[in-house]
């Protein structure tokens, strides 16, 4: 005696045109390198802000990342 299953729910994903998500991934890309600017290469001496506190307050992922830093 065969148990009947359920159909699986299909799910329609909608299709996004690249030409839509292009500015999306320029904006994402420039936001990642303004955070690894300020992780990896924001030391107080070259800093936007002047001072180091964002130095600081990105401190223990410099060490958790790796990058120098004293
Ligand atoms: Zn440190």
Known sequence: MAIA???APTVDVP????RQLLPWLAFTAL??????FFVSAD???ISIP???AIHE???DGRHLLGYPCH
């Open 5 to 7: 299953t359920p159909a």
């Open 31 to 36: 936001l990642g390198l303004l955070v690894i």
């Open 57 to 59: 307050w990105v401190h």
């Open 50 to 52: 002047a001072g180091n």
């Open 15 to 18: 299709a996004i045109p690249l």
């Open 43 to 45: 030391q107080g001496a």
